[in-house]
């Protein structure tokens, strides 16, 4: 079992009167993704300026990399890196020069081997000497990213790392993530591209008004939202006509020639269907597995957190 990289519990924050976080708790394991998703307003950059001592708690324990952020707060950057939504490239700067300094600012020795590493894992050698400022949208993205691993930090903060990027940035990104999860470091991701959560994490919190709405691995948060389904083909009508007879509760699409029957997605469901279609001697021809992705549960959630707490508000006003 992989040790606890951040632990958070009973986290709170609040701005005078308006309240931000209301006790959250979770566990990101070592050597992990974790996703915090959540609307604008949610608390997620709340969360990571908690988790990267720029902001102090209200109330609740939070330890990352085994250091407590509040009463040890040093020891914490030291083993973290954190890369913004907006990048933090100092345009005036070549990407030589950004690395440099960010090594110098974290006292690494032997900072130009470090940088030349660098360079070159971001393939970023032959733009190495030129201004930041002539650099693409992408290239700006992964220099940010390789001034966040200056000095081999143990935790990663990523706030929306691939917003603005076209899909090739946003592909590279993401195969540099798994790239130092594989060499055991640990992501912290807040993005706002449920594809990408899906792609890379191994664990996704659902974030809504400050507090966590929903948690689990994304098959687990996938699997709790209705609407798995087998999706048949047929050739003609006569076909569609039968196999909607045979199988009761589908819903048909007759310009398509198609039918979707609802379903749990596994092997003995799926061959069960098929059973009945050959025992009436209907061929379908093609049918596939449609279950419900991170998208459908971001909006089940955070629907059913919201109508939580119109009835919460609804009880107080009442009682």
Do not use: C
């Not at 990267?52 to 324990?61: C, E, K, Q, V």
């Not at 899909?167 to 130092?180: F, Q, Y």
């Not at 055991?184 to 449920?194: C, H, P, S, V």
């Not at 569609?240 to 997605?265: F, K, M, N, W």
Request: no cysteine.
């Amino acid at each position: 079992m992989r040790t606890s990289a951040i632990s958070v519990s009973g986290l709170r924050k609040a701005y005078g009167s308006k309240t931000v976080l209301e006790g959250i708790d979770f566990d990101v394991a070592a050597g992990s993704v974790f996703s915090l998703l959540g609307p604008d307003g949610a608390g997620k950059t709340t969360t990571i300026d908690v988790l990267t001592t720029l902001l102090r708690a209200d109330a609740g324990t939070v330890r990352v990399a085994g250091h407590d952020v509040a009463t040890e707060p040093g020891r914490v950057r030291a083993v973290i890196g954190a890369m913004g939504r907006s990048a933090a490239v100092d345009e005036l700067l070549s990407g030589r020069g950004n690395l440099r300094r960010m090594a110098d600012l974290k006292g690494v020795r032997s900072d130009s081997r470090v940088v030349g590493r660098l360079l070159e894992r971001f393939d970023l050698v032959e733009s190495a000497d030129s201004l930041a400022a002539t650099y693409s949208a992408g290239m700006r993205r992964k220099l940010d990213l390789a001034m966040t691993l200056v000095g081999d930090p143990q935790v990663i903060f990523l706030d929306e790392p691939t917003t603005g990027l076209d899909p090739r940035g946003r592909r590279t990104v993401w195969g540099i993530v798994r790239e130092l999860v594989a060499e055991g470091t640990t992501i912290f991701l807040t993005t706002r591209y449920l594809e990408e959560a899906d792609q890379l994490a191994d664990q996704v919190a659902v974030l809504d008004r400050g507090r966590l709405a929903a948690r689990g691995t994304p098959e687990e948060l996938k699997r709790r939202i209705p609407g798995t389904h087998v999706r048949f083909r047929f050739a003609d009508l006569f076909e569609l006509d039968a196999a909607a007879r045979v199988l009761a509760g589908s819903v048909r699409q007759d310009e398509e020639l198609t039918l979707r029957v609802p379903s749990d997605g596994e092997s003995k469901s799926l061959l069960a269907l098929l059973g009945r279609l050959d025992a009436h001697a209907i061929n379908a021809r093609e049918f596939s597995v449609h279950t419900p992705d991170l998208d459908d549960v971001f909006r089940a959630d955070a629907t059913a957190f919201t109508d939580r707490r119109a009835q919460e508000a609804s009880v107080t006003l009442t009682g």
